[in-house]
Structures are given as structure tokens and as C-alpha cells.
């Protein structure tokens, strides 16, 4: 079976970690925990009939993605670069951050994400989707929103 | 009306409210003292009052006399070593008593198992080496237990921390995890001393080790039990050297299920021994 590594990065507290437990563990807490360092989690996902092995790093937030220690990022397969939808500082400089990842890292492909897509009005996801044209997806860790289809389609990426 | 009869009228009328005044406080004080004087009567009074009171007390202990108390047990024991001692050493002796015969009766089962072993290859050999060096029997086995064991090898991704290979004589945790966390404490370290420019070579944990042996595109971990010597790990750097040499040479480092092969052969004969 093949294994892919993806490093998930970010600000502070935009979901990373209830991101990764909700795909991995199908579970959601209120409860906040800052991620210290680096935290691993695996999952196998089916694409194509075939099995492939996701090795989720979940960094800590950062404002910088230049303050993550670097080490983390070597070998890196697949980024998902994640952002709160409600809070505009984590995605103000988004381009920047993509093309940080994008130099230093052989161009592995990245998906940009807006979590928290429950805290937005009923109805007003396709407009703040169109509005937000520089992300790939909207998602919520709460509800599971797009979560599995955002893996899947970073695996599919990988092949 | 004469005057006297006056006198008399507002005698009676000034009189007659004090008195009754009078008579009703003096009841009450007598019921009081009644109340005092009898046990059962006094304590039913306060009795409710003094629960209630302890309640609060009681649950608020922890937060009002815990620091207090802590303080207190800090410097009783700072101050009396000897008494603690004296007060804790029939209770730790006796667990660490249970203990070492535990582990001892579990050792002896282990010597006369392997002593009854008479007519294995190895139980052959060790009466012969027993004969001419005139050590014992039981001693010899009782040194080959504390022999290291290697329990698993990994071999790593440099990077990425991607498992390519595994070795294990026991099943563990998600292999692919510890990889990656193994990986992500090696850059972790190597990264705080930066300007040494050295590799992780190992960490310690209980009764394990993990030695990491780095090469140029992996590095390979291996988990070692038992009791594990300088020159017992120049042996396993120099085999895990070996192990890498014909990895590069047979080209097997992206087929998983060669270098698993390769490493079953390897390392499941590999015998570090003291001798």
C-alpha cells in the first residue's frame, strides 16, 4: 500500500486539528486544544480501487507559515492550508503563504480551505464561495461538511 | 372622685402593663434556662445549625485548608526524613519484597526450563562449554538472559517519515504512525542543535532503546531489548550497515515487499551477544 504525507497548516485555532479528528475519528469537541509541535494520525482512504495510506501531520498554528519548523514540511506529498471563514486575518495573506509552499516545496500540490462554513447565514455558502474565489473548498469540521471529499479529492491529487 | 381614689386608679393602670411585661420576659428566660439546663433540649437547637455549618466546611476543605496542609506535609517530611522513613519502610519494603520474589520466581522458572532443555543443540553445546570452562550451568543461562533482543527495525524515509520497511517480533502500534513521530523527534532535536550539524543516534524509554542509524536517503531505527553494551552497538551500527549496503545494492528501497523479505532474513538470525 502506498503512503502519502500531508501537512495541514494554518493560524491559530481555524480547525486544523477538529479538521483531522473528523475525518480520522469522525468526531467533533467544543473543547480547544493548542497543538504543541506536531501531531501524527493516519488514515486509509479507497480511490480508484486503490488503497492509500494518508499520514496527516497536524502542525501547530502559526501566523507565519515561515515559523513552522521546516524539518515538518520536508517530504511533504500534499499541503492543505487552512483558514477560519469568519476570521479575515487568517486568509489576509494567503497568496503569499501558497507561494512560499509552492517555491520551497517542488510545487506538491495544495488545496486552500475556508473552515467553519456552519457559522455563515443559511444560505449565503454559495455567495461567500463566490466571493472567496482564492479557496478550493468551504468546510465545516462541526457538521462534517465536505470534510471526507476534501481528502479524497487530496488523494486523488497524489495519483 | 377624691384624690386618693385618683392615686390609686393611676397606680393600677401605670402598674398593671409593666407587670405583665415583666411576667412574660421572666417566662421567657425561664424557658431558656430550661433550654440550657436540659442536654437533649440544647442540642436539638443547635444541632441542625452545627450540620449545616460543617457541610460548608467539609466542602470547601480542599480549597481553603489543601495549600495549608500540603505546606505543612512539605515540611514535616523535610524536617522529620527519619520518621517518614521509619513510617514508609514496612510498606515500600514489603512491595518491593513482592516484587523482586515475583520477578526471581519468574527467573528461575525461566533457568530450569532452559536447563531441562538437555538435548537441544544449544543445551548440548552449553554442557560442553559448561565442562571445560568450569562455569556453571545455571550461571551461563542466567547471562544469556540479559542478552539484548532486537524487537524491531524500522527503516524510514528521511523527510518525509514515510515507513518503506518493517521488522518485528511482536505487534505494536500503528507502525506508519511511530515512523512518522520517530521522524518528527529526530528533525525536532537535530533542529534545536542546529550548529552541532550530528544526527539523533538514540532514545531511551523504560526498558527499550531505539538506535537510528542514518544514511543518505532513510534512516533505520531499530528497537533494541535487554541489556545493551558500547560494543554491542558498534555490532548493530556495523550490521545495520551491511543490511543498507545490500539494500542500495539489490535497488529494493521502493518495493515493500523486498525489503521486508530482506529484512526478515536479516535481522531474524541476528544474535547480539556479550561473548
Redesign the interface.
Known amino acids: 500500500m502506498v503512503?502519502?504525507?500531508i501537512v495541514i497548516v494554518g493560524h491559530f485555532g481555524v480547525g486544523k486539528t477538529s479538521l483531522i479528528r473528523r475525518f480520522v475519528e469522525d468526531i467533533f469537541s467544543e473543547d480547544y486544544k493548542v497543538t504543541i509541535?506536531?501531531h501524527?494520525?493516519?488514515k486509509t482512504v479507497e480511490i480508484n480501487d486503490k488503497e492509500i495510506?494518508l499520514?496527516l501531520?497536524d502542525t501547530e498554528g502559526t501566523d507565519d507559515i515561515e515559523e513552522i519548523?521546516?524539518?515538518?514540511l520536508?517530504?511533504?506529498?500534499g499541503f492543505i492550508f487552512v483558514c477560519d471563514l469568519s476570521r479575515p486575518i487568517t486568509y489576509k495573506n494567503i497568496e503569499s503563504q501558497i507561494d512560499y509552499l509552492k517555491t520551497n516545496f517542488n510545487n506538491v500540490p495544495i488545496l486552500s480551505i475556508g473552515n467553519k462554513s456552519d457559522l455563515l447565514p443559511k444560505g449565503s455558502i454559495s455567495g461567500k464561495k463566490e466571493e472567496m474565489s482564492f479557496l478550493d473548498m468551504l468546510v465545516s469540521a462541526k457538521e462534517g461538511n465536505n470534510v471526507q471529499r476534501l481528502f479524497e479529492k487530496m488523494a486523488k491529487m497524489l495519483f | 372622685m377624691t384624690e386618693d381614689e385618683k392615686l390609686a386608679l393611676l397606680k393600677t393602670i401605670l402598674l398593671t402593663d409593666a407587670r405583665e411585661h415583666s411576667e412574660s420576659i421572666s417566662l421567657k428566660i425561664n424557658a431558656l434556662e430550661e433550654i440550657l439546663r436540659e442536654k437533649q433540649k440544647l442540642s436539638d437547637k443547635i444541632s441542625p445549625i452545627i450540620r449545616e455549618e460543617l457541610e460548608i466546611f467539609a466542602s470547601n476543605m480542599p480549597e481553603n485548608l489543601g495549600p495549608s496542609i500540603t505546606k505543612t506535609l512539605k515540611r514535616q517530611v523535610t524536617e522529620s526524613k527519619d520518621e517518614v522513613v521509619e513510617a514508609l519502610f514496612p510498606i515500600l519494603g514489603k512491595m518491593v519484597k513482592k516484587y523482586i520474589s515475583q520477578e526471581m520466581k519468574i527467573l528461575t522458572e525461566t533457568v530450569n526450563k532452559t536447563a531441562k532443555d538437555t538435548f537441544s543443540v544449544a543445551g548440548i553445546k552449553r554442557k560442553f562449554t559448561s565442562i571445560f570452562t568450569g562455569v556453571s550451568e545455571k550461571e551461563m543461562i542466567v547471562s544469556q538472559l540479559g542478552d539484548a533482543q532486537i524487537e524491531q527495525v524500522f527503516v524510514i524515509?528521511?523527510?518525509?517519515?514515510?515507513?518503506l520497511g518493517k521488522f518485528q517480533i511482536k505487534e505494536t502500534v500503528?507502525e506508519?504512525?511511530i515512523s512518522?513521530?520517530l521522524t518528527?523527534i529526530k528533525?525536532?532535536v537535530?533542529?534545536a542543535f542546529k550548529e552541532t550539524g550530528h544526527d539523533l543516534q538514540s532514545i531511551e524509554y523504560d526498558l527499550y532503546e531505539i538506535h537510528l542509524h542514518s544514511f543518505h536517503k532513510y534512516y533505520i531505527a531499530t528497537a533494541v531489548s535487554g541489556t545493551f553494551t558500547e560494543t554491542l552497538e558498534n555490532d548493530l551500527e556495523n550490521f545495520n550497515l551491511e543490511v543498507s549496503q545490500e539494500i542500495n545494492k539489490k535497488e529494493i528501497l521502493t518495493s515493500r515487499p523486498e525489503l521486508e523479505k530482506l529484512l526478515l532474513d536479516r535481522y531474524e538470525t541476528i544474535k547480539l551477544s556479550k561473548q
Open positions: 503512503s502519502k504525507k509541535g506536531v501524527i494520525l493516519k495510506n499520514i501531520w519548523r521546516k524539518a515538518y520536508l517530504g511533504t506529498h | 524515509e528521511k523527510g518525509s517519515g514515510i515507513l500503528d506508519d504512525m512518522g513521530m518528527a528533525a525536532f537535530e533542529d
